[in-house]
């Protein structure tokens, strides 16, 4: 008998500790599953690839029928075809069903105790016997379209009721082992399932956040996770807690439970104060970003949680002075998820300084590498300028963002590396920026010192300077007259465009329209 010791007792363990599951051969796996948690961990390996079949096969099912659906109604001559390709659906069918009974996952779990795969196979059988009686006929006239349709309807209701219990069984091992505390080689072969289902597939986070404990789970693994001692395994697994959750964040609710977390405010300051792994915190400003995008469009105010906004911002803007100037992924992904508050909140911005924060380190990153003419970044940042132009206007002068406004304003367009559609966007938020900055008489006039209402008559003249966009042109005529406000006709009678602000808006843009058409 061999000591405990012993070199071949030794290379089980490490093979145990760091081989991705994907290179086990059957062999090594069974000798590897020596302990509980090893035990464990190929059966996450075995709900994974359940799933993984289980989902695989179904799409092609729902496929298919839903080309059944379509192709009614047949004559006799279109139901020989529509029969056979029944037929290999239907076998299809049958090897899903005999997965989810093997697994015991066959049975709904709401406590009528319907075996779905019975009524899955009964329904099939009666499907196939219809089209089958009917062929032999050969009578047209008895082609039971309606009956045909309906069955197929029934059989798809409960195919996917047998497949979604299937699956969320199978999901349940993998969630309960991210909390068992078992060890980290189950947590780390969850985290590496659930990051490969999750992934592009809103079904799978649908499913799974059905389940309530996954979110504040992961929650727990990213905060809490200390099980082993090297700092850098520790990282990576928390790192990928992090980006299940940012996949999870394409289902709606996964987003509203991670924002309702008691502690996420907790979780989201360790990233600040703590982690400064330069991996960890792009999983963590990525994570940022999806659960910032719902303000872009949401209006419901009584959804609103300062204490939350706050954190989010004071968060980024600590990422951004201390990680994102050299870095510019972080930098793009911070000012993204900042530009996406901005839609909900400003105050926040203005009490951590956050706007200051991001131009020192764009003038830093310009004066470092030459000028910073990233597209996105761009994009990004003159979302937020503009955004807080609405209520915060000195704001904006005081951080230097009114300069930053008009170098981009001033900008060749060529300069930009990307399509033309991208650049149009671009230079609309700017002139919705000077417009609402308009509102105060001197920041008016620092626009128009600056050529800021020259450089905006040529956008409106000239097609080729605002990439021949109409929406660019409605939004330059609108900053325009804004800006005549402040200043006063003199500048424009200069410039020869007081056509721009004595008009009507909707007569300015017809008479300068590359297309001619309203978009008033």
Request: hydrophobic share 40%; aromatic share 6%; net charge neutral.
């Amino acid at each position: 008998m061999y000591p405990q010791s012993s070199s071949i007792r030794a290379w089980l363990i490490e093979l145990q500790s760091s081989t991705e599951v994907e290179s086990l051969t059957a062999l090594q796996a069974k000798s590897v599953a020596s302990t509980a948690e090893s035990f464990e961990a190929l059966s996450i390996r075995n709900a994974q690839i359940t799933i993984q079949q289980i989902r695989r096969s179904s799409s092609s099912v729902i496929d298919e029928l839903d080309s059944v659906i379509d192709s009614l109604p047949v004559t006799i001559d279109g139901l020989a075809y529509l029969t056979e390709m029944f037929y290999h659906t239907c076998s299809t069918i049958r090897s899903v069903v005999d997965t989810c009974r093997r697994k015991g996952c066959d049975q709904t779990i709401n406590g009528d105790r319907r075996q779905l795969s019975s009524e899955v196979i009964d329904v099939c059988n009666r499907t196939f016997d219809l089209m089958i009686n009917t062929l032999r006929s050969n009578k047209p006239e008895q082609v039971n379209n309606i009956q045909i349709e309906a069955n197929i309807r029934k059989l798809k209701e409960n195919f996917g009721e047998l497949v979604d219990v299937s699956i969320k069984k199978e999901c349940s091992i993998l969630v309960m082992s991210l909390n068992r505390g078992t060890g980290h080689l189950c947590i780390k072969w969850s985290l590496l399932a659930l990051w490969q289902l999750t992934q592009n597939d809103p079904y799978m986070c649908r499913l799974l956040v059905s389940d309530r404990n996954i979110i504040p789970y992961l929650l727990n693994v990213v905060q809490n996770f200390q099980s082993i001692s090297s700092t850098m395994d520790r990282r990576a697994i928390k790192s990928a807690a992090l980006r299940v959750l940012t996949y999870l964040c394409s289902n709606n609710d996964a987003i509203e439970l991670i924002l309702s977390q008691i502690g996420v405010g907790q979780c989201l300051s360790s990233i600040v104060l703590y982690e400064d792994d330069l991996s960890f915190r792009k999983e963590a400003v990525g994570l940022l970003v999806q659960l910032t995008t719902p303000f872009i469009d949401s209006k419901d105010d009584q959804s609103f949680n300062r204490t939350l906004i706050n954190e989010m911002t004071h968060c980024l803007t600590e990422i951004v002075r201390t990680t994102a100037s050299t870095n510019g992924q972080i930098l793009l992904m911070t000012t993204a998820a900042l530009a996406n508050i901005s839609f909900r909140d400003t105050k926040s911005l203005v009490k951590f300084e956050t706007l200051s924060t991001v131009m020192n380190v764009i003038k830093q990153r310009s004066d470092e590498n030459g000028d910073c003419d990233e597209l996105l970044l761009h994009d990004q940042l003159i979302t937020l300028l503009a955004n807080v132009a609405q209520k915060e206007q000195l704001e904006i002068v005081s951080s230097g963002g009114l300069i930053f406004l008009l170098d981009a304003l001033n900008r060749e367009t060529s300069t930009y590396d990307g399509n033309e559609l991208a650049c149009a966007r671009i230079q609309q938020k700017i002139a919705v920026a000077l417009a609402r900055l308009s509102t105060h008489k001197s920041t008016a006039k620092i626009i128009h010192r600056l050529n800021g209402v020259k450089r905006l008559v040529q956008w409106c003249k000239q097609p080729r300077e605002r990439n021949y966009s109409d929406t660019v042109l409605l939004a330059s005529i609108a900053a325009l007259k804004r800006l005549s406000q402040s200043i006063g006709r003199v500048p424009f009678q200069e410039l020869n465009a007081t056509d721009l602000i004595d008009l009507k808006l909707q007569q300015s843009f017809m008479l300068y329209s590359t297309q001619h058409e309203s978009l008033v």
